[in-house]
């Protein structure tokens, strides 16, 4: 490939979704497969004139640098028991963050108000409780979460984070039944 110049490997880097995930080492990816690619292609290529043919690298890590940029803050309206089911009714629904209900996608969910809170009054022990965390949204699958385990109890009124919804929520998102 003499007139080759560049390399694109695309995206596709793991963003950690889940607390026990790591972050992909990008750099190090990287420098490896610039060693790799310039060790090759200097051997293929050789020098031109008096001067060595170089390889830029090129990716596109979207994701990897957007999606922990933006949380969706939503507030619980409701917390019920339906049968053997604690259900944690939010502000927000699919509209807003459609990942979980279209593949699945898991989002890291905090309570900031029971996590966060100065007064010490407001202080919530650590537990873990299980939550299907719901959507505002009068369908099925408007869930952001099923089967949680939460660290803290969600109450009425407590704000949560749903983590990692830098990348895809704003671009994913509709007014789905007129809702903004």
């Known amino acids: 490939f003499p007139q080759l110049s560049f390399v ?4 596709g880097f793991k963003v950690p979704f ?10 190090d990816i990287g ?5 790799e ?3 090759h292609f200097a051997e293929e290529r050789g020098i ?3 001067k060595a043919v170089r390889l830029q690298l090129r990716l596109e890590p979207g994701k990897y640098i957007i999606a922990e940029s933006g949380s969706l803050v939503v507030t619980v309206n409701t917390v019920k028991w339906n049968k053997e089911r ?3 009714g939010t502000d927000s629904g699919f509209n807003h963050l459609i990942r979980p209900t279209l593949y699945n ?15 010490k009054q407001q202080q919530r022990e650590r537990c873990d409780v299980v939550y299907d965390i719901c959507g505002n949204i009068c369908e099925t699958g408007d869930l952001f979460a099923t089967d949680r385990k939460m660290e803290h109890e969600i109450r009425e009124g407590d704000v949560l984070s749903i983590d990692t919804a830098g990348a895809y929520g704003m671009t994913m998102g509709s ?3 007129l809702r903004p």
């Open 86 to 88: 604690r259900i944690a």
């Open 8 to 11: 694109d490997v695309g995206g």
């Open 18 to 27: 889940r607390p026990s995930e790591k972050r992909t080492p990008i750099k």
């Open 175 to 177: 007014v789905y039944n």
């Open 37 to 39: 690619l310039d060790r």
């Open 31 to 35: 420098r490896k497969v610039c060693e």
């Open 105 to 119: 996608a898991y989002h890291h969910i905090r309570n900031l108000t029971a996590s966060c809170s100065e007064n």
């Open 48 to 50: 031109h004139g008096d």
